[in-house]
């Protein structure tokens, strides 16, 4: 059996057995009460009688960033022994740290990613440091803080200030008592700045530092330290931090606490040396290091924390009214609407709220969600180059990570612009989607329902229009839609790829009949459902007045096509949003959506659905969305206890009273067709009267007019809704 002491910096003293690298080892704790001269009686105590002999708390060296000074009296200590080697930590600490994170990494992915880093302290932490920076460019160092009692001011502690402040703060601690270096847990001599812990996602360094200076309360704070005890463990859970993560082995394999540190395990690595005569040289441990199987110990401390799943969607302002009304930026309505507009869409992206509750009835899986927004309008990102909204995308990505979110939706006009996604997922670090695959699968079945509740029997006889039909989702709508009511009509403003999607259907669906024109016009006449998924800006998408007695008018764009004056002109024609969704479990998005309770937009709810399910994957990007994507999401939907929220007209709930009146009413049109011409033509009359609009902007020669039938409205079907809409939060 091999045999180490550990002196450290407390006064307890026991024994233990463990079992490392498949050997059983007997470490003597011993302790110095921070006394060097104690600890050196100690070292000539044991020299000759163990076979290594390890330093807790007594630093031959010292470290931060790139320099280095010796520790006036740690450097001596080794001396006190002549035949057993005495070590530190300082030969393994930096690379075990650096190891440790990659593996956290691996079993937590994103537990790093992005988040604002303090190190307590950052001294002999040069490998934890490293090993973060790949994760993060936020690390602060409370060293100043915590040795020197400074104000949290600015520059004080930045990383970018290290390499000039570490060298003076080294000479000043090369002779500190090893109590000083080493903080102990306890009450400080005198408060420090709470400040720079408060702003920190992840507290990392020393255990002891970090209960002696850091605030009484650390929620959702996330701990990374060499080593714990329980009662440690104890007191950071009190405190409310959720997560801690332990970087050394453990040295018993029925522990998972990793309570041992890198002193102890240098020392345990070099009594198992092959041979005695190896020097303790960074080759001799890596060689022993790479035998050693482990994952550093990750311990959610708060349970209603643990298991979470994680997610994120991005949303936008629809117009520069929305940016008035939140209550942040009231104040910009006394400023020119153009100025407001054009200076929003440089902002940076910014948090709105937290989505909690969400839990599948299938798994039991917990998610949360975070609402980001960006400032730029659909105007501004017209307005702008691709690049310029890939830019804000990435900084939302971030912000994301660093919310712990391992998949981010596009919600609105960020899936659409440039590639729709591709870019976006290309460089960013965290799974992207657009939301549009359940989209479809929502906007298909909300229109089925509504078709039914509006009489129809025989939806295979019936007839469907879908205007803007080349669009990423009115493309693959045309499709499904072709396969069950084999008689449609596609109408786009891009005639080349209308060609292209006829063929596409006949091909997939022999037998449909498939009618392609440019605009609606009277065709509209003889469509039992319209599905609207354009993108127009200052346009009529159709004329409402032409359509049959009791059609539907599935509106997936978000704004709407269709405004209510429009509808109004024709009460016998049930004109839907597209399908929303009710996500299980007692959901709260933090924020007034502007839709019932525990309800969503479908592209929100497709992130939703795939952080429930697990799958952190590119999901939906690019213009050509697939039937099979669609087919799956939908299942995956089903499975976890997403639903079809109730039909819902112009943010009002559908009642059945409301259907009763409109198919009494489609059925007297029918059977008085006089009547009804009389009633259409009265209807094409006051329809002069009401502005030319869609997306709620009115025809104007300041704005493009093409229909971008790219799919834009569809992706746009909640964020356009939800964005900075000055609901407010509840």
């Known amino acids: 059996m091999k045999r180490i002491v550990v002196i450290h910096l407390d006064n307890a003293e026991y024994d233990e057995i463990v079992r490392f690298l498949g050997q059983e080892i007997e470490i003597r704790h011993r302790g110095?009460?921070?006394?060097?001269?104690?600890?050196?009686?100690?070292?000539?105590?044991?020299?000759?009688?163990?076979?290594?002999?390890?330093?807790?708390?007594?630093?031959?060296?010292?470290?931060?960033?790139?320099?280095?000074?010796?520790?006036?009296?740690?450097?001596?200590?080794?001396?006190?022994?002549?035949?057993?080697?005495?070590v530190d930590g300082g030969g393994i600490r930096?690379?075990?740290?650096?190891?440790?994170?990659?593996?956290?990494?691996?079993?937590?992915?994103g537990i790093f990613a992005e988040k604002r880093v303090l190190m307590t302290p950052?001294?002999?932490?040069?490998?934890?440091?490293?090993?973060?920076?790949?994760?993060?460019?936020?690390?602060?160092?409370?060293?100043?803080?915590?040795?020197?009692?400074?104000?949290?001011?600015?520059?004080?502690?930045?990383?970018?200030?290290?390499?000039?402040?570490?060298?003076?703060?080294?000479?000043?601690?090369?002779?500190?008592?090893?109590?000083?270096?080493?903080?102990?847990?306890?009450?400080?001599?005198?408060?420090?700045?709470?400040?720079?812990?408060?702003?920190?996602?992840?507290?990392?360094?020393?255990?002891?530092?970090?209960?002696?200076?850091?605030?009484?309360?650390?929620?959702?704070?996330?701990?990374?330290?060499?080593?714990?005890?329980?009662?440690?463990?104890?007191?950071?859970?009190?405190?409310?931090?959720?997560?801690?993560?332990?970087?050394?082995?453990?040295?018993?394999?029925?522990?998972?606490?990793?309570?041992?540190?890198?002193?102890?395990?240098?020392?345990?690595?070099?009594?198992?040396?092959?041979?005695?005569?190896?020097?303790?040289?960074e080759d001799t441990y890596l060689d022993l290091m790479a035998d050693i199987h482990w994952a550093p110990a990750i311990r959610y401390l708060q349970p209603e924390e643990a298991g979470i799943n994680r997610f994120a969607f991005v949303i936008h302002p629809l117009n520069v009214s929305f940016i008035h009304k939140h209550p942040l930026f009231r104040w910009?309505?006394?400023?020119?609407?153009?100025?407001?507009?054009?200076?929003?869409?440089?902002?940076?992206?910014?948090?709105?709220?937290?989505?909690?509750?969400?839990?599948?009835?299938?798994?039991?899986?917990?998610?949360?969600?975070?609402?980001?927004?960006?400032?730029?309008?659909?105007?501004?990102?017209?307005?702008?180059?691709?690049?310029?909204?890939?830019?804000?995308?990435?900084?939302?990505?971030?912000?994301?990570e660093r919310k712990g979110a391992r998949i981010m939706g596009l919600g609105a006009f960020t899936s659409v612009v440039g590639d729709a996604g591709i870019t976006v997922a290309h460089e960013a670090d965290i799974a992207i989607t657009s939301g549009n695959s359940l989209t479809v699968a929502m906007t298909l079945e909300a229109a089925k329902q509504a078709v039914i509740q509006m009489g129809a029997t025989d939806l295979t006889k019936g007839k469907v229009m879908i205007v803007g039909a080349t669009g990423s989702i009115a493309s693959v709508c045309s499709r499904l839609v072709a396969q069950a009511i084999k008689n449609v009509v596609l109408v786009s403003i891009e005639p080349e790829k209308l060609l292209e999607l006829k063929r596409l259907i006949q091909q997939e669906t022999p037998g449909a009949e498939v009618t392609i024109a440019t605009r609606a016009g009277d065709l509209i006449s003889d469509c039992d459902l319209v599905i609207t998924a354009t993108s127009a800006f200052g346009q009529r998408v159709i004329d409402i007045t032409k359509c049959k007695p009791g059609a539907v008018i599935c509106d997936v764009a978000r704004p709407p096509d269709i405004n209510p004056a429009e509808a109004a002109l024709r009460p016998d024609v049930l004109v839907i949003e597209s399908g929303e969704v009710i996500i299980p479990g007692d959901v709260d998005f933090g924020y007034d959506i502007g839709l019932p309770p525990k309800t969503s937009y479908a592209c929100l709810a497709e992130t939703a659905c795939l952080a429930m399910e697990g799958r952190f994957e590119d999901y939906t990007l690019g213009r050509n969305i697939t039937m099979e994507r669609v087919k799956e999401i939908y299942k995956m939907s089903q499975k976890h206890g997403f639903k079809l929220a109730p039909l819902r007209s112009f943010g009002k709930y559908v009642s059945e009273a409301d259907l009763a009146a409109k198919r009494a009413l489609a059925e007297e049109y029918r059977n008085d067709p006089a009547r009804f011409a009389a009633v259409r033509a009265e209807a094409q009359r006051k329809l002069q009267d009401i502005p030319i609009m869609a997306k709620g902007v009115k025809q104007s020669g300041a704005f493009d007019k093409r229909w971008l039938t790219v799919g834009a409205a569809g992706a746009a079907i909640g964020a356009m809704a939800l964005a900075i809409a000055g609901r407010g939060r509840k």
């Not at 153009?338 to 909690?356: H, K, Q």
């Open 122 to 281: 950052g001294l002999n932490h040069s490998g934890l440091v490293q090993a973060l920076t790949r994760h993060t460019t936020s690390i602060r160092y409370a060293d100043p803080i915590i040795y020197f009692g400074l104000p949290a001011a600015p520059l004080v502690g930045a990383h970018s200030t290290l390499e000039q402040a570490a060298a003076p703060t080294l000479e000043q601690l090369k002779d500190a008592p090893f109590r000083r270096l080493l903080p102990q847990p306890g009450e400080p001599g005198h408060e420090r700045s709470a400040e720079p812990f408060h702003s920190a996602d992840i507290i990392a360094g020393d255990i002891g530092a970090i209960r002696r200076y850091a605030p009484d309360r650390l929620a959702h704070k996330t701990v990374v330290v060499e080593w714990a005890e329980q009662a440690d463990i104890d007191d950071l859970r009190r405190r409310g931090v959720s997560i801690l993560v332990t970087l050394m082995p453990s040295l018993k394999p029925d522990d998972d606490l990793g309570r041992w540190s890198a002193a102890t395990i240098e020392a345990a690595l070099v009594a198992l040396r092959r041979n005695r005569n190896q020097p303790l040289s």
């Open 332 to 400: 910009t309505k006394y400023l020119p609407d153009d100025l407001v507009e054009e200076v929003s869409a440089y902002m940076p992206p910014m948090y709105i709220s937290r989505i909690t509750g969400g839990v599948s009835e299938a798994t039991g899986q917990r998610i949360e969600g975070h609402l980001i927004t960006l400032g730029a309008t659909p105007r501004m990102m017209m307005k702008h180059d691709a690049a310029f909204t890939y830019r804000q995308l990435n900084q939302a990505a971030r912000l994301a």
């Open 94 to 109: 930096p690379g075990l740290e650096r190891w440790a994170v990659i593996l956290a990494d691996r079993a937590q992915p």
């Open 32 to 86: 110095c009460n921070g006394d060097p001269e104690k600890a050196r009686a100690l070292i000539a105590e044991h020299d000759g009688k163990v076979d290594a002999i390890g330093l807790e708390g007594l630093p031959a060296q010292l470290q931060l960033g790139t320099v280095s000074r010796s520790h006036e009296i740690g450097v001596t200590l080794p001396a006190a022994a002549s035949k057993t080697p005495v």
